[in-house]
């Protein structure tokens, strides 16, 4: 069967900083019309970044729109000009002050494909040395050390509510475990 939709209208409503917010008018496989609302994002990166003793550093957040801190791994908004793995090095520099080496690729993921266009890119790396971090003006933020087994453990049992976080922490245990990283 045919699922393919067909864009024959676009508005955009919204046009900001990070996010537009568009109001498509669509052709159904069916031939009906339906009204689709897609928040566009220039997509992002996270990186599980482990050291000598396979700790892994998170980062601890004020997330505005939960009204909560979330316990994340190091991640961030794409900067144009810059590939997924130079901005993963930059962002995993700016908030934790660490140098990796040894990067994989973890693949990318959607976070919500039933309205937005965001691609998340992970990777996975060792950490060589970590120094200042140069985090950007309005961020304010505090790095911890978690062991990988706690952290895939925190996964698993819900503690770590961030998407991202726990596909790059379960998909660096599994490959840590089968001798990959």
Same mark, same amino acid.
């Given at each position: 069967?045919?699922?393919?939709?067909?864009?024959?209208?676009?508005?955009?409503?919204?046009?900001?900083?990070?996010?537009?917010?568009?109001?498509?008018?669509?052709?159904?496989?069916?031939?009906?019309?339906?009204?689709?609302?897609?928040?566009?994002?220039?997509?992002?990166?996270?990186?599980?970044?482990?050291?000598?003793?396979?700790?892994?550093?998170?980062?601890?957040?004020?997330?505005?729109?939960?009204?909560?801190?979330?316990?994340?791994?190091?991640?961030?908004?794409?900067?144009?000009?810059?590939?997924?793995?130079?901005?993963?090095?930059?962002?995993?520099?700016?908030?934790?002050?660490?140098? &990796?080496?040894?990067?994989?690729?973890?693949?990318?993921?959607?976070?919500?494909? &039933?309205?937005?266009?965001?691609?998340?890119?992970?990777?996975?790396?060792?950490?060589?040395?970590? &120094?200042?971090?140069?985090?950007?003006?309005?961020?304010?933020?505090?790095?911890?050390?978690?062991?990988?087994?706690?952290?895939?453990?925190?996964?698993?049992?819900?503690?770590?509510?961030?998407?991202?976080?726990?596909?790059?922490?379960?998909?660096?245990?599994?490959?840590?475990?089968? &001798?990959?990283?």
């Amino acid at each position: 069967m045919n699922t393919i939709e067909t864009t024959v209208n676009s508005k955009e409503l919204f046009s900001g900083k990070i996010l537009h917010l568009l109001h498509d008018e669509v052709i159904l496989p069916d031939g009906a019309k339906a009204m689709r609302e897609i928040v566009r994002h220039p997509g992002g990166v996270c990186v599980a970044a482990l050291d000598e003793n396979n700790n892994l550093l998170f980062v601890r957040q004020f997330r505005y729109p939960y009204k909560e801190e979330v316990l994340e791994l190091p991640a961030g908004k794409l900067e144009k000009g810059m590939t997924p793995l130079e901005n993963g090095k930059r962002e995993l520099m700016e908030e934790t002050g660490a140098e &990796g080496y040894s990067y994989i690729s973890l693949g990318q993921m959607y976070p919500s494909p &039933g309205y937005t266009d965001e691609i998340i890119h992970l990777y996975a790396c060792r950490i060589a040395s970590v &120094g200042d971090r140069c985090l950007d003006e309005d961020e304010f933020l505090n790095v911890e050390k978690i062991p990988l087994d706690k952290a895939a453990e925190m996964a698993l049992n819900n503690q770590l509510p961030d998407g991202k976080t726990q596909i790059a922490v379960l998909k660096t245990k599994l490959l840590l475990d089968s &001798g990959k990283i």
